[in-house]
């Protein structure tokens, strides 16, 4: 458990770089990242490297007891690259090229910038990886941020034309994958595919899937790059990437593969109005972020990495770039900085050391201000690195769940692709809802990718496993899950499409139909302001399905619609639950699975790591750890605290080991 | 009276489709729609025709008792033609090429595309043009769908430029008809002409319906081009295109002119937020529809179709393409059918037989499922074929009705392109209004063309006729008028316009000065949240005019601006009403004409056609057919009801002779 | 104190000519502006000059008794120049050429265009110049209007490079005054440098403001380019620009510093929703406009033009172009009149002579209908006229203000540019919701630049001055504000940003923390529905600052944040008060400053020029002239009414000889 920082010594003057490192270990901090935005001061112009003031600075973050993360910087090419290739910039959905002057102005599918991509990480591995206080890299920076996974150019357009040609065996292979024959939208030939973008009205979605897989296998291969080159030439690293929140626009699991560490970026404040909250909620968690974002990324991403996770930049106040960005509550930055550690990050990174004064994140701020004193931040952290020193020893465990939220990037992207769905129905937010319910009802838990899920033996270990974004009929996790026996929730859409974004045959939820004897015969998705009501007073919104079974459903709509199917240990839900009800249903369902669900409330969130517990407030008010919820989380009042107490203030902590 | 469905035998195993077509036949259809998307199927590349399988599969249909309506399959080019014709894709008003990938992708204005339409219907009707089970053509699909009636490309510049051309006796004609010394928009040369996009603010009136009237002409000559080549080769079939709801791009009389029937697409739940509705309606009618769209669609395009009117597609269950996509109640797919007979369908034709698993629509419904089981459509086609058959005799009238609304496309045109009007008027939105209180009043409507009122005896048979669209000052129309001795009622911006879309002189309403002696001296639009209101309570939203006038106003608002002129049968209304003004105002008229009005409340609707009267009830709750209303309606208690009863629940259709 | 009115003779047969002139100098008219839109006319073909109709024109109006504005037209260039020079035209933001068809369709930085500028101007300047019924000349029309300020065209691209390589002394100094190490956004050479637009991400805030300032700077050397044209050719005439309301988008102080009197374009309906108003007050002022709206502009637009003022457009009725147009209450075309006079304009000339029947105006209401009667405004300016020749000499002075707010164009756009304001927080709606409050407690009101405030002695007469949109942290006037016995006072932001667009050292309020000790360290942006209250009950939105000072809060927030920083004569306010509470704010100050409040409630208003002094009244009910008012403004019952009395209806008008 590190305390680190980001730093960007190419902002400051070098005079300055060893009062910084100096301050920086004096607060507690073992880790820098450094220079994952610095092309432009690497290589001033093409073949002109510039490598010496990182070594000094490298060093002079070593001399001061640091290590460093090391970033490539090709999230960020200099001016001259781009005048030299132009054609590498990506382009929009309304087929303009997205520009130099900001970052991430490039194109995966560009080969002339995967070329100059592999020289500068060849050149900086050469250089560095084996200096010995570079202790990890990190490939690029936030692939995909400012929707750049997708990019409408000449060279994506050649490169997924040959992606397709090795998809699909002949070009009338791929014709009958997609149902090209509706609307005569027959190629007859690969060089005939255009891109999903521009038509008259919505493209095909076996077109749109295809694309999007397309494009995330280009994100992989481009980060894949990276990753070859620095496990040559910098052995015994960790590779990580910095993931980012609220982001589903490429299959992470499939790019973290090829990683060490997946690591994440958290900003609380900025994800508020991202998070699927309303109004009400966001004046709610205004200066907290919402209790369930955090620990869902930390969970998501703790399943990418396998196990290893850090957090790679954590917001330390507030930041420029939200729709509002006020001040986080004192305690926060601390409490944030615990919380990470608690669902097992091995790193918290605070993002930035210091506020710079110009440029696109001057109203950003830091650890410190931009005049170099320290900002509350700091005063927080400091607190924060002196209590896991002297307190907390790292639990050898980075997760101590028994429930399991199978997750797939790809059925993510298959629910968005149908417009039916109506326009308030988020796959992501529903997926969240469902993590927030079963956290208030104080459940550790797990995410499995769908392919890690159907193949291994992870499943084994949980009692309850829930499925709300496999929208693909899986045949292999099917037969996983009829092996296995945990109690098992499906929610609508399950198994509603195939690998080619059409209906399966047999109809939804398709193989999962193995598991449980119903067929979806119609879907009807529903206007925000319409609600369906159960006889048992369970609450229906956006997106209903009518089932033919010969089990009769556990409840009924007005209309003669079931609701809730069961087979012994197998449910499925056939509506979407607006938030009470999922708390209703799914407090039945760890009952089901003897979970002892106990509801916390709206802000109090407890989190198990081995045999460490910790307790965090995020309010709205003050909070009681009664004796009902210590004796749940294994509290002995005789060894009593480690940190904190029964008694939470809105952004306090408190601790202890469980028996 | 004929009952049909729309199929694709190109999507299914050619083994499948006897099945299909007994399948059909069993339901009570007979007639089916083929053929209008398959290009790619029937000419897989440049000349290499490929029509066997549609003959099998047409001689297939016959051989089940079927007719068939065959499509020609132009608005989906195949992806080789836009490859050796790339500048026949239509521009967007952004200047974007609206690409392939989707449908309706095509300029009409593109000379090599419409030789390529020539060449294959001249192909198709050749093959099939008297083929003994081809007893309809339908041209294109959908003309205008996804805003494609209006295109930017270079093809249409120059067509729109040769136009101007023509119809100017040189450009001083042109620009003194614009009124281009207005900014100096001059022309020296017709060459210079722009279109009527990416200006630096709004765009000359005159210009934006000048460039309106050529594009609805290229809309008519496209349509001819086809038509011409059907009648040489397919003598004695009915010519037909299916028209949309809700749309008004281009003047659907004129083109409507060159075919034998005018037939539409009706999609009840799937136009409700397009249908002028606020939130509570969509609430109320989100299971059924609003209560007067169909029917003021089947009374509008049997106006087009000269007393001929077809449904060619109607919505069978969910759809997939509205904003969200419920269930309809059960029965609504009935009563939807038996409404449309009672307005003077010959034809109802139901979309689709079969649910399509993959590309754009898999999520809209079918009579059948994607496995190939029977939908609850089918169940109640069937119900609505067999009452049909036993119980009804066509009439051989296909209106009924006392009271006529004058519709102008080119007026509305004319209303839209003025911004003044505010946010929130909407002239076939309002004109939709007047059509749904008259109706709600117990009230048969004819449309007529202003063109058609004008010059015939077609408005001598009426009691009451309306006004709400003729936006244009029209002298014949005027005259005509002045002629007749049915009550007259206008609506606000009534003769506002000339021809150019410029103020007339006299002021307005124009040549309608010469039927009622007043003048629009101010005219104002205001914010939705402001009403005005009159001495007599009446309420006027939107839109309000100040006249003058030796004509004392039968009321005043409190400024001392007058309201609602009239001269004995003539009637002005100079604001808009809002609906429940327009109940109280029409109720008067209606009386005053001495047509009996009954206020039939919010859902119940009563039908006459001949003999025969129906009675629909769109809810929102149970209604009871009165005594009084069903001796309004011609009722005999010695006869009975051929269908259904004095009770309707939501979704039940009466029906029985008129005495 | 002339009337006059904007007038085309292009529009109209020669024939009527005479009968206009005749009938306006009748109404009581003395100025008409003519001739801005005319070039078509005047230069139908390249070299083929026709201004015999002109000269004909000008003639006419001047045996009728009237001067002629004869505007220059610049701002309609012909079809025929726009296929002669295609690239003249401006780009927008999304890379789209914006094309001829209304006006304003050109780029302020193309070459080619200032060369036929120069000649059309050169050529009129030549004929008219001296032609004696020409006393003043317009440049061009609403320079800006259409958001024309900044073009993306290569014109502008490449006048933009030189402009940076002259502002900086090497591409290093630009490098390192922007801050181009961050993202690695560095250039190379100048060459590089790209406009601020199409970025995948924001822009850099530097490069928008240097752009920014450089767009400035091109409106401002277009505009002096033809003002040294008119110099030559036309001595003794006065030479002004029509500016606009709401709009910031330029420096307008830079730009009428090299014209003789500012004048501007007032539509106080049309501009209500722009004016910063809510939905509530737009119902209030539906048809009298913003009380404080007009008064602002004229207020601002003397201080532009150095105590000269006309207003060169007035609204006359509804006019075409706002979302709604509804027509003003009768009178206030007359006090919209007198409220520019007693707000120091030489000339009141309304919009437009005669309503335009066809084009992209022939909805904007007139002093004539199209027809050519007279409209109500024609009323309403007749008595104005005569009210005027009678009762009232007009004063010296143009101001009689105790109290000065710095307006800083430069400021305004540096707080635009940084994003976490959040959605809500718009610095000139803030500088006006100032500007109302003092207006309603009586104040008198001048504006100044920052650069005069800062350079003269202007400040020194004031008693109380005022920092609302002084973004720049500018030693300058820091310096001045310190030498000064006034008392000052500044809101937040003040300061927060240097030349560059960054965070100043010190930091905020940068140079201004030399006259009052406080140091910003962390700002905060708030959603719409968050509202900060003080222990006194005052009220703080949309952003707020926390401050570290020696100096104690005179109140603070629940968290501890302090709120108003004082010493001695200068106060802070580091947080946006809502309206309620700015009046309670500086209800104290103005008190603090010995200037007299009054509250004179929502919608009358009090302006003092000379010794004359008037009473406007809004609405939105009738006001009363009470004795506390009328001696606080120098009523002397002895001398009675100029016009009106104490009791005024809304849009009634009151003036009298202070004593």
Redesign the interface.
Known sequence: MKIGVCY?P??WPESRWQQDAQHMKSMGLSMVRIGE?????LE??SGNYQFDWLERSIDTLQNAGLDVILGT?TA?????LI?QHPEML?VDE????????????YCFSSEPYRKECKRIVEKLAERFGNHPAVVAWQTDNEFG??S?TISYSNAALTAFQTWCSRHYNGIEALNHA???????????SFD?I?L????????????RLAYWKFSSEQVKTFNRLQVDILRTHSPNRDIVHNFMGNFVEFDHFDVADDLDVASWDNYPLGFLTRDGTN?AD??TW?RTGHPDSSSFHHDLYRACGKGRMWLMEQQP?????A?????PLPGMVRLWGWEAIAHGAELVSYFRYR?????????H?ALC???G?E??AAREVKILAKEIQQLINTPHESSSADLAIVFDYTGDQAARI???D??HYDPLVFIQTIYSVVRQLGMQVDFISSAAAASGKQLDQYKLVMLANNTLSDQALAAKLASIDALIVMFPRTGSKTN????????PPGAFQSILDIKV???????A??AMQTNKQNTIINWRE?VESSIVANETFDDGWGFHYQNNRVHYFNGCPNRDTLLTLLTQQLANAELDPINLGRGLRLTQRGDLVWAFNYGPGDAELSNHILERFGFQPSNGFLIGQEKLHIGDVAAWKSS
């Open positions: 960007y190419e902002h935005f610095a092309w432009s001061k001033p112009e910087p960020t090419p200099p001016a001259w005048r990506a309304h087929g303009r090229v997205r520009d130099f002057g900001s970052r991430r102005h941020c400012h750049t997609w149902g090209n024959v509706f609307w005569s939208m027959e190629y007859s005939q255009g999903p973008v521009g038509t008259v009205t919505e493209s095909n979605p076996a077109h109004e966001q004046e205004l106040g507030p930041v420029n770039w729709p509002y960005n006020p001040a506020q710079a004064p110009s440029a696109q994140e001057q109203m701020s201000l931009p005049n004193e900002d509350d149908q417009q039916p109506g326009q080619e974004c059409a209906i399966p045959e047999p109809l015969t119609r879907v009807e998705s529903l206007p302001n319409i009518r």
